[in-house]
T-cell receptor
C-alpha cells in the first residue's frame, strides 16, 4: 500500500527553528509537496521537491532524499502565525497526490 | 486573478435536500478537483476534471454528482446526503492535468453540515 508518515503534533518556541519530517512509501514518485493549512482554511502551497537536495524559500526550506523516501520542512525564525498544520503530499506513478495526515505545529511565545 | 473561489462558505442541509457547491477559477487552469476533508484529516480526493472531462472518480457515492460546465467552473451537486457527509469540501485547480509539477491552488472551501 501507499503510506506517508508525519508526526501528529510538534511544539516550538517563537523565534526558534523547527524541522518537520515526512517519510513515504508510494508506488512511484513524481514529486513531493508541502502545504500549510490553518484551522478551517484551505491548504496553501509551500514547496515542491522532485530532485534530491534542499530548496530554500525565505524562512522555509524543504529537503528531499529519494533513496531514503524522506523529506523535511524546515521553518526558521518562527512566528506565531506559523501555527498551523503542515501537510506532506507525494505524487505517485499515476500522478495522484497521496497526502500525509499532517503535522499540527504549535508555536509558544 | 490567482485565486479559486467557492460558494457558499457554509451550508446546512437536511438529508432530503438538493443543493450545489460552486467553484470558479480564472487562471486558465485545465484541471480542477473536488476534495472532502474531515477534521484533523488530510484532504481526500473525490473527482478530477481534465480539459472539462471527468478523468478520475474515486469511487464516490452517486449522491455526489460533479459537473464542469466550462473550463472555469466546477459544480458539485448534492442529493440525499447523510450526516457523515458533513465535512469541508475543497475545490482546487492546477495548470495542466495532474502530470508533472503542477501545484494545486485551493479554494477556501465550503463547510457542509448535514442534519
Amino acid at each position: 500500500g501507499q503510506n506517508i508518515d508525519q508526526p501528529t503534533e510538534m511544539t516550538a518556541t517563537e523565534g526558534a527553528i523547527v524541522q518537520i519530517n515526512c517519510t513515504y512509501q508510494t508506488s512511484g514518485f513524481n514529486g513531493l509537496f508541502w502545504y500549510q493549512q490553518h484551522a478551517g482554511e484551505a491548504p496553501t502551497f509551500l514547496s515542491y521537491n522532485v530532485l534530491d537536495g534542499l530548496e530554500e524559500k525565505g524562512r522555509f526550506s524543504s529537503f528531499l532524499s529519494r533513496s531514503k523516501g524522506y523529506s523535511y520542512l524546515l521553518l526558521k525564525e518562527l512566528q506565531m502565525k506559523d501555527s498551523a498544520s503542515y501537510l506532506c503530499a507525494v505524487k505517485d506513478s499515476n500522478y495522484q497526490l497521496i497526502w500525509g495526515a499532517g503535522t499540527k505545529l504549535i508555536i509558544k511565545p | 486573478d490567482t485565486e479559486v473561489t467557492q460558494t457558499p462558505k457554509h451550508l446546512v442541509m437536511g438529508m432530503t435536500n438538493k443543493k450545489s457547491l460552486k467553484c470558479e477559477q480564472h487562471m486558465g487552469h485545465r484541471a480542477m478537483y473536488w476534495y472532502k476533508q474531515k477534521a484533523k484529516k488530510p484532504p481526500e480526493l473525490m473527482f478530477v476534471y481534465s480539459y472539462e472531462k471527468l478523468s478520475i472518480n474515486e469511487s464516490v457515492p452517486s449522491r455526489f454528482s460533479p459537473e464542469c460546465p466550462n473550463s472555469s467552473l466546477l459544480n458539485l451537486h448534492l442529493h440525499a446526503l447523510q450526516p457523515e457527509d458533513s465535512a469541508l469540501y475543497l475545490c482546487a485547480s492546477s495548470q495542466d492535468p495532474p502530470g508533472g509539477y503542477n501545484e494545486q491552488f485551493f479554494g477556501p472551501g465550503t463547510r457542509l453540515t448535514v442534519l
